[in-house]
């Protein structure tokens, strides 16, 4: 795992071999980046983090100059993988959490600038997610969500959509709340 921009540009962390997190590629990371460099600037944005994984997103997003990232990940050996990097980082800007995210986002009270959610591609309620994010009104006014998912999937017709981004067999729907 390589941290592609920011005060943490170029630093790289080994990745166990048992993980079973689907890590977003470096060249999707980068261009998705990219993308979100143009819609918004993350300098003090709050963000979140859905189905973390490796926790990539997550310290990209605060080497970028988040103030705050929540990841939730509920796998153990990934949580701790997240918990042990934010150590080497000596950063108090991520807030680990190992839970379900379907629960997380039923009890969440918090709006956030910035979303990003990476679900596994065979979960069962993938396509359900935005909708959660967008009636539980987790963004806040003008925050974006960027959803990663199989090609097969289509969110043109939720609210706040705003763009869909392919990058090799990685897709991306980006919402907008305007």
């Known amino acids: 795992m390589r941290i592609i921009s920011g ?27 990219n993308v979100i460099a143009n819609l918004m600037d993350l300098n003090d944005c709050e963000a979140l983090d859905l189905f973390a994984g490796t926790g990539s997103i997550s310290f990209e997003l605060i080497s970028r100059g988040c103030k705050q990232v929540v990841c939730v990940e509920k796998d153990f050996v990934h949580h701790e993988f997240i918990k042990k990097v934010q150590k080497e980082l000596k950063t108090e800007k991520l807030i680990p959490v190992k839970g379900d995210v379907f629960r997380f986002l039923e009890n969440c009270q918090q709006k956030y600038d910035f979303i990003f959610a990476d679900p596994p591609y065979s979960l069962k309620e993938l396509s359900k997610i935005p909708q959660i994010i967008i009636e539980n009104q987790l963004l ?35 919402f907008v709340h305007s």
């Not at 080994?14 to 993980?19: A, C, I, R, T, Y």
């Open 7 to 33: 005060i943490y540009k170029s630093r790289r962390f080994d990745v166990p071999k048992s993980f079973k997190a689907r890590p977003t590629t470096d060249f999707a990371k980068e261009n998705i980046f």
């Open 140 to 174: 806040k006014d003008e925050g974006i969500f960027i959803m990663e998912h199989p090609k097969e999937c289509d969110f043109s017709g939720l609210p706040y959509f705003n763009q869909k981004r392919v990058y090799g067999a990685v897709n991306f729907s980006v």
